[in-house]
Structure formats: C-alpha cells, structure tokens
C-alpha cells in the first residue's frame, strides 16, 4: 500500500546530541511537510518543502533543519536538542498542497522523541 | 486570540450518542476545512473536508460548515467504541505558491460500551 513511513517510531537522544528523523513515501507526492505535536496541543508546522523548495515557517527555531534528497526522502535534523523538544514529529505529503481530486494530506505515524 | 480554537475536552459519551465536536476560527482566508481523527501513538487520518460553507455526510459522519460565523461543525451518529480518538479540525491557509494546514489542539472523545 501506498504510504508515508517514518523512523524510528520512537527516538531517545541525550540533551545536545545531535539527531535525525527520517520520512519516506511511496505516494510520489510533491510535498512533504514536518509538524511537531506536543502532548495535548494542535501540530505546529516546522517546514515544508514543495518540490525541492524549501519553506520555513518564521518560528520554526533555527535547530531544526531539514533536508530532501530526492521526491521520496525528507529528513529532519535537530542540532543540539533541548528538553523543550521532546515531542511527536509528523511527517505529512500532500500533492500540489492538497488540492484537487487527491485532496488531502497523509501523515506517517510520526516519530516521538524522548530528550534526556 | 489563536486562529482555529477548539475545545479540548475530554469527552466521554454513552455507545450510540451522537457527538457534536467544534471549532472556530478567525481567519477569513481559511479555504478547506478538515476533520482529522487520531489514534493515540498514531498519525491524524483524514476524515472529511469541505471548501463551502454547508453539510457533508459520509456514513455516520456529517461535515458542516458556516463561513460567515467562522464555525465548523463534525457529527458522529451511533457512535462506537471504535471512535473513540483525538478528533483535530484543520483548515488550509493559502502560503505563497503552496498552502499551510493548521489544527486546532484536537478534542479527545471516548465513547463507552
């Protein structure tokens, strides 16, 4: 089945080493999104690329980065993870932003990141 | 005030009630707007949208939406054990050549047996 695939599914770091989180789809979907989802708060979009261009969000700290090597891979890169990361990240596709017959965005699991 | 408020609840109704859950928003740009149900440990799965303002039904879930009061609406008739989940309202806002989904923080609904 088609789908968006994220790992790992859990991810514990120490505080300040740096980690990467990993998304993949099989959709061929032109944009990939990376929310953070705290415990009991809406998802709060980080960035997004549509095709390879790259959009950050304007509060989107500069410790997360991200990178696209191809259609079907993003990464999310966090540099120096702090306590206050700790949460769900959700890796979303959509094709054309959402619109048109296909509407609509498809979420991995997400990844939930422990900061120790 | 945040764009899109949503009660958080929780909410914990009776099998077969029907449930009313909602949002509000204040943007006047929102175009779409979604319903999203989350497992917990899981990724949001779409569960209906809808561009104008009205209803939408699909099986035991109706859609509604009222542009001009910036208020959504999703119905569950009969609910099910199996409902049971965070239920997200999300609504994109054009960004450029792309667009941006924002959620509400979700309602959490446990429908009992």
């Known amino acids: 089945d088609a789908m968006v695939i994220q790992n790992p599914r859990y991810q514990v770091t120490q505080f300040g080493k740096p980690v990467t989180l990993s998304c993949s789809q099989t959709l061929n979907h032109n944009v990939m999104y990376w929310y953070q989802q705290k415990s009991s708060q809406a998802p709060k979009l980080l960035f997004h690329y549509y095709d390879k261009d790259f959009n950050n969000e304007a509060d989107t700290p500069d410790n997360f980065q991200s990178r696209r090597p191809n259609t079907s891979f993003c990464f999310l890169d966090i540099r120096s993870p702090g306590l206050g990361d700790a949460a769900m990240y959700l890796c979303?596709?959509?094709?054309?932003?959402?619109?048109?017959?296909?509407?609509?965005?498809?979420f991995g699991s997400g990844t939930r990141l422990t900061v120790v | 005030q945040k764009e899109v408020e949503q009660d958080p609840g929780p909410l914990s109704v009776p099998e077969g009630a029907i449930v009313s859950l909602n949002c509000t928003y204040s943007n006047s740009a929102f175009q779409y707007f979604m319903w999203y149900r989350q497992y917990s440990r899981k990724g949001p799965e779409l569960l209906m949208y809808t561009y104008s303002s009205g209803n939408k039904e699909d099986g035991r879930f109706t859609a509604q939406v009222d542009k001009s009061s910036k208020y959504i609406s999703l119905f569950i008739r009969d609910s099910q054990p199996s409902d049971s989940a965070t239920y997200l309202c999300a609504m994109t806002e054009p960004q450029g050549g792309s667009e941006k989904l924002v959620f509400g923080k979700g309602t959490k609904l446990t429908v009992n047996p």
């Open positions: 979303a596709t959509s094709r054309d932003g959402g619109r048109g017959i296909d509407y609509g965005y498809t």
